[in-house]
T-cell receptor
Framework: AQSVSQHNHHVILSEAASLELGCNYS??????LFWYVQYPGQHLQLLLK??????LVKGIKGFEAEFIKSKFSFNLRKPSVQWSDTAEYFC????????????FGPGTRLSVLP | NAGVTQTPKFRVLKTGQSMTLLCAQD?????MYWYRQDPGMGLRLIHY???????AKGEVPDGYNVSRLKKQNFLLGLESAAPSQTSVYFC??????????????FGEGSWLTVV
């Protein structure tokens, strides 16, 4: 069965700092990979997704993620965070062969200090 | 285009009471899901449906029932609420399962407290 792990439970950064959130998954087949963001009191919104092709994916609000197949990783990055990026971030995986439903990581809470 | 809509958004129940959460999607999606979100545990799948008239158990199905009588609606029922079911519930939908185009869309959540 698939599983998704996220390296950090809570990350605290100052504005303008660079961000990298780790995500690793376990699944032997071809996968779709996602990052979702949940702002305080709101629902999950899609930040970016990878299906195939260029392993470096650019999403909304200056976020990007890199798929490294050999490491089963899909880390999220942003060169300069803003206070408005304070949110919880979830990595998710879905098997392209239909072998598994969407599986979400436990989430990483990001707090950006002004 | 409303996307995924959940009702009610907030509810307080007494232990033993029953209630139903309603989810509606207007994207003609085949797949629908109910998740619960608890602090430090991420999203856990309760039940899901692969099409009208079908339901299947997810990771944490006990204490819940679901129905998908119409393609656009997915109902989550609590027959006898327990304090352990205090959580935030999210409905979601996706077009195809396992498709290269698949993306999951979420409703705004339903905050349920069982006292």
């Amino acid at each position: 069965a698939q599983s998704v792990s996220q390296h950090n439970h809570h990350v605290i950064l100052s504005e303008a700092a660079s961000l990298e959130l780790g995500c690793n998954y376990s699944y032997g087949g071809t996968v779709n990979l996602f990052w979702y963001v949940q702002y305080p009191g709101q629902h999950l919104q899609l930040l970016l997704k990878y299906f195939s092709g260029d392993p470096l994916v650019k999403g909304i609000k200056g976020f990007e993620a890199e798929f490294i197949k050999s490491k089963f990783s899909f880390n999220l990055r942003k060169p300069s965070v803003q206070w408005s990026d304070t949110a919880e971030y979830f990595c998710a995986v879905n098997a392209q062969d239909g072998g598994q439903n969407f599986v979400f990581g436990p989430g990483t809470r990001l707090s950006v200090l002004p | 285009n409303a996307g995924v809509t959940q009702t009610p958004k907030f509810r307080v129940l007494k232990t033993g009471q029953s209630m139903t959460l309603l989810c509606a999607q207007d994207m003609n999606h085949e797949y629908m899901y109910w998740y619960r979100q608890d602090p430090g545990m991420g999203l856990r799948l309760i039940h899901y449906s692969v099409g009208e008239g079908t339901t299947a158990k997810g990771e944490v199905p006990d204490g819940y029932n679901v129905s998908r009588l119409k393609k656009q609606n997915f109902l989550l029922g609590l027959e006898s609420a327990a304090p352990s079911q205090t959580s935030v519930y999210f409905c979601a939908s996706s077009y195809l399962h396992g498709s290269i185009l698949d993306t999951i869309y979420f409703g705004e959540g339903s905050w349920l407290t069982v006292v």
